[in-house]
């Protein structure tokens, strides 16, 4: 498997544009997360699907992020209008199920720059 | 919160020496998973420790966990250069709904000189 794809790796943008973040879970996890990474914060965990539900979306920060995870192979997590603020590095990961066992895969990483 | 928390924030040292690294925790978990990031990638699982479990080997890895004291530490044994990473401890307890969900904190930044 080539594990979870994430794209674009790199993304710069200015202020007020629409961003689009896409991600490819390991085919046949079914839980798939995204967080954001930053020198200030650390990871934090943004929101949750379980089988293509959103299950958990209290750390999106604003209503100006919202994700979709319209199938079990692709997701998206979009800001619209970006922020300064939101530069960081956004990560997305899959697990195959959630026992206390299951441990979590993560992409790449994407870093966005809000200009 | 029952975010992990490392320490030290950075550690620096000679390829050959050992290198510890600690993670404290506030609140009761079910397991304790270690992360290593590398510059620019994402998060690589190394171990999993559960909270019934004192101690665990992978290789030159070696995790403790003492829920009392609501700590664990990681020692990487004979460190190498390849070795340079950020290490991010995980606590798992049960989230809203039932799920197992991992709270990384902020990481060690470990750079081996050769």
């Known amino acids: 498997d080539a594990g979870v794809i994430q794209s674009p790796r790199h993304e710069v943008t200015e202020m007020g544009q629409e961003v689009t973040l896409r991600c490819k879970p390991i085919s046949g996890h079914d839980y798939l997360f995204w967080y954001r990474q930053t020198m200030m914060r650390g990871l934090e965990l943004l929101i949750y699907f379980n089988n293509n539900v959103p299950i958990d979306d209290s750390g999106m920060p604003e209503d100006r992020f919202s994700a979709k995870m319209p199938n079990a192979s692709f997701s998206t997590l979009k800001i619209q209008p970006s922020e300064p603020r939101d530069s960081a590095v956004y990560f997305c990961a899959s697990s195959l199920r959630n026992t206390l066992a299951d441990t979590q895969y993560f992409g790449p990483g994407t870093r966005l720059t809000v200009l | 919160s029952q975010q992990g928390e490392e320490d030290p924030q950075a550690l620096s040292i000679q390829e050959g020496e050992n290198a510890t690294m600690n993670c404290s925790y506030k609140?009761?978990?079910?397991?304790l998973q270690w992360y290593r990031q590398n510059s620019g990638r994402g998060l690589v699982h190394l171990i999993l420790i559960r909270s019934n479990e004192r101690e665990k080997h992978s290789g030159r890895l070696r995790v403790t966990l003492d829920t009392s004291k609501k700590s664990s530490s990681l020692l990487i044994t004979a460190s190498r250069a390849a070795d340079t990473a950020s290490y991010f401890c995980?606590?798992?307890?049960?989230?809203?709904?039932?799920?197992?969900?991992?709270?990384f904190g902020r990481g060690t930044s470990l750079i081996v000189h050769p």
């Open positions: 609140t009761s978990i079910n397991n």
């Open positions: 995980a606590t798992v307890a049960p989230a809203s709904g039932g799920s197992y969900i991992p709270t």
